[in-house]
């Protein structure tokens, strides 16, 4: 039992570590070396918990971020008789978090085409992927389509590109201008507005 509590304490480390260096030296630059160094432990001990650097990235998304995916994963697997505007605007205002906290930590891949193809081919391995989210969206109005909730001819691959696409539009030009440059709505404003719209479309 105590090497469970010491194993369990050893990865909530690595990844406040991860997370911190990913944050703040961007996802391109940090290393196993330095997140293990940072975390107080060997680059060894930190194999023996996370694959790679890429499966870490993964991990502080789906555990440090507004959840995304568990949320779309609970409507999906559950809709019940929730109104579907409420249901969007949740998404669009967690997608929205999610976004302004991840981009950050990944946008300097794109600096280095090389590292950025060796991510994706670790991602394909791991089955993860920002597309992850277009699919698990799509196959939450797949749901309530099959429900009868929405129109039958709706299509719910373009209205999830079409709200996620809005969510990640203001979170990189919050980035990329500032908070303070044009502020747009607030978000919760933002989120129901698109909601609104969204739904416009396919109710």
């Given at each position: 039992?105590?090497?469970?509590?010491?194993?369990?304490?050893?990865?909530?480390?690595?990844?406040?570590?991860?997370?911190?260096?990913?944050?703040?030296?961007?996802?391109?630059?940090?290393?196993?070396?330095?997140?293990?160094?940072?975390?107080?432990?060997?680059?060894?001990?930190?194999?023996?918990?996370?694959?790679?650097?890429?499966?870490?990235?993964?991990?502080?998304?789906?555990?440090?971020?507004?959840?995304?995916?568990?949320?779309?994963?609970?409507?999906?697997?559950?809709?019940?008789d929730r109104a579907i505007e409420d249901c969007l605007a949740e998404i669009a205002r967690t997608a929205t978090l999610f976004y302004e906290?991840?981009?950050?930590?990944?946008?300097?891949?794109?600096?280095?085409?090389?590292?950025?193809?060796?991510?994706?081919?670790?991602?394909?391995?791991?089955?993860a992927g920002p597309h992850k989210l277009l699919e698990a969206l799509a196959g939450y109005l797949r749901a309530l389509r099959a429900g009868?909730?929405?129109?039958?001819?709706?299509?719910?691959?373009?209205?999830?590109?079409?709200?996620?696409?809005?969510?990640?539009?203001?979170?990189?030009?919050?980035?990329?201008?500032?908070?303070?440059?044009?502020?747009?709505?607030?978000?919760?404003?933002?989120?129901?507005?698109?909601?609104?719209?969204?739904?416009?479309?396919?109710?």
């Amino acid at each position: 039992m105590p090497l469970q509590r010491d194993g369990a304490r050893t990865r909530r480390r690595i990844i406040d570590a991860a997370e911190h260096l990913m944050r703040t030296l961007g996802l391109a630059r940090v290393t196993t070396k330095e997140i293990a160094r940072e975390a107080g432990c060997s680059e060894a001990a930190l194999y023996r918990h996370f694959t790679s650097k890429e499966e870490l990235f993964v991990t502080v998304l789906q555990e440090r971020l507004p959840g995304l995916s568990a949320l779309l994963a609970e409507l999906t697997n559950d809709p019940g008789d929730r109104a579907i505007e409420d249901c969007l605007a949740e998404i669009a205002r967690t997608a929205t978090l999610f976004y302004e906290e991840s981009m950050p930590i990944g946008l300097s891949l794109f600096a280095e085409p090389s590292l950025l193809e060796r991510h994706r081919e670790r991602l394909r391995e791991l089955d993860a992927g920002p597309h992850k989210l277009l699919e698990a969206l799509a196959g939450y109005l797949r749901a309530l389509r099959a429900g009868g909730r929405i129109r039958a001819d709706a299509d719910p691959d373009s209205a999830a590109a079409l709200l996620l696409g809005a969510c990640y539009q203001r979170a990189f030009l919050r980035q990329f201008m500032g908070p303070a440059a044009s502020p747009p709505p607030p978000l919760e404003t933002f989120a129901a507005g698109l909601a609104r719209t969204v739904l416009g479309g396919i109710a």
